[in-house]
Every structure is written in C-alpha cells, then in structure tokens.
T-cell receptor, first 115, second 114 residues
Framework: SQQGEEDPQALSIQEGENATMNCSYKTSINNLQWYRQNSGRGLVHLILIRSNEREKHSGRLRVTLDTSKKSSSLLITASRAADTASYFCATDAGARSPSYGKLTFGQGTILTVHP | ETGVTQSPTHLIKTRGQQVTLRCSSQSGHNTVSWYQQALGQGPQFIFQYYREEENGRGNFPPRFSGLQFPNYSSELNVNALELDDSALYLC?????????????FGEGSRLTVL
C-alpha cells in the first residue's frame, strides 16, 4: 500500500514557470526523499530532507517538510522541457535511521513542461 | 548513470511460469532492495537483502523470493506467475555505512504475464 498521496496527479506548465508538487504521508518518518522517473525507466534520486529539517535546496529544487502536518512540497523553479517526468516522494519510516532502502512511495505527479 | 544494472530489460511469460530477474549493485554498495511498480503507480517495496540475508519484506507473498551473492549482486524470483505480476521490477542499491539513505536504481526489468 502507498504511504501517502501526491497532489496534483498531473501538472502541465510552460517553460520558465515554476512547478510545485505536494506530498502527504501517514506515519512518523526519519526522512523524506524525492525521486524523478522518465517514461517508466529507473528512478533518480533528487533530494533528501531529514525529519529535523524544514527546508532544503539543491540547484533549482526546493523542498519543504512540515512534520506536524505530515506533508512535503517540491518546488522546481524556472522549469525546462527536460524536467518533463514523473516525480515521486518516498518516506523512510524505519525503526532505525535510515533504513537503507525500505522506502514507501507515493503515486507520483506527472509533470509536463511545454517548450 | 547509477552503476546499477538489471537484466533482462524486457520479458514475457505466461501465467504459472517462473521468472528470475538479476541485479548488479553499484560498486561499494552492500544492500539491495527490490521494488514492484505497476503501471501508473508508485514503486512498492518487495524486500531487501543485506549480507546475503533477507532484511525486511513488504506485503508480498512467499512466491516472491530472492538471493544476494557474496559480490552483493542479487536475484528476484517469482514463482507461479499471475497476471497481476505484470509490472516494472526495480532494483536499488545502497550502502549501510556512511550515507543518508538515498537509493540508486537500475533501469528496471519490465515483466509481462500473459
């Protein structure tokens, strides 16, 4: 079963615009991660935020985490056509931190960036 | 390029058959996790192998089994295939020492059960 839900399920924007994706989860976590997947291929790790962090940046990516609301958001600024992909949040809720691979994924957001 | 390789990339089986999928982990990684991703869904954790032993399992029946070898490569075996087993099977490697928990995925093996 999926840990959480992602919103929206699909997002269509123009190049240069910002894209925001949200993720909600159900249990306490050690960390939350975002992954990207191109057309049913392998997933690529984008960014990890620990449960004691509130915001993290990596290039054009900004992730926030609100553990009181059990939610996270991923912001991609100045989007490009090459950002077109599915984006998944994944939570690590292992008894020890981190659990080295036992992640629970959301259902993903399909992002389409039009040139 | 994550350094994780999976084979085969695509395969077709019929219901009731058995399948073996293979994964070579990234150099230096001692932990391999397997995920099943049905079409339009997020990946679901099947199980994890660490030091050649199963180290956690998701909600999958015993006909899903695995192995890890001394070189940390791994196999996923599925017996008595069912139509619902059609999915992309993803292998991910990680290291139990000195890292924060991100996974490195292979490109997957797409299984179609007819």
């Amino acid at each position: 079963s999926q840990q959480g839900e992602e919103d929206p399920q699909a997002l269509s924007i123009q190049e240069g615009e910002n894209a925001t994706m949200n993720c909600s989860y159900k249990t306490s976590i050690n960390n939350l991660q975002w992954y990207r997947q191109n057309s049913g291929r392998g997933l690529v790790h984008l960014i990890l935020i620990r449960s004691n962090e509130r915001e993290k940046h990596s290039g054009r990516l900004r992730v926030t985490l609100d553990t009181s609301k059990k939610s996270s958001s991923l912001l991609i600024t100045a989007s490009r056509a090459a950002d077109t992909a599915s984006y998944f949040c994944a939570t690590d809720a292992g008894a020890r931190s981190p659990s080295y691979g036992k992640l629970t994924f959301g259902q993903g957001t399909i992002l389409t960036v039009h040139p | 390029e994550t350094g994780v390789t999976q084979s085969p990339t695509h395969l077709i089986k019929t219901r009731g058959q058995q399948v073996t999928l293979r994964c070579s982990s990234q150099s230096g990684h001692n932990t391999v996790s397997w995920y099943q991703q049905a079409l339009g869904q997020g990946p679901q954790f099947i199980f994890q192998y660490y030091r050649e032993e199963e180290n956690g399992r998701g909600n999958f029946p015993p006909r899903f089994s695995g192995l890890q070898f001394p070189n940390y490569s791994s196999e996923l075996n599925v017996n008595a295939l069912e139509l619902d087993d059609s999915a992309l099977y993803l292998c991910a490697s990680s290291s139990s020492g000195g890292h924060t928990g991100e996974l490195f995925f292979g490109e997957g093996s797409r299984l179609t059960v007819l």
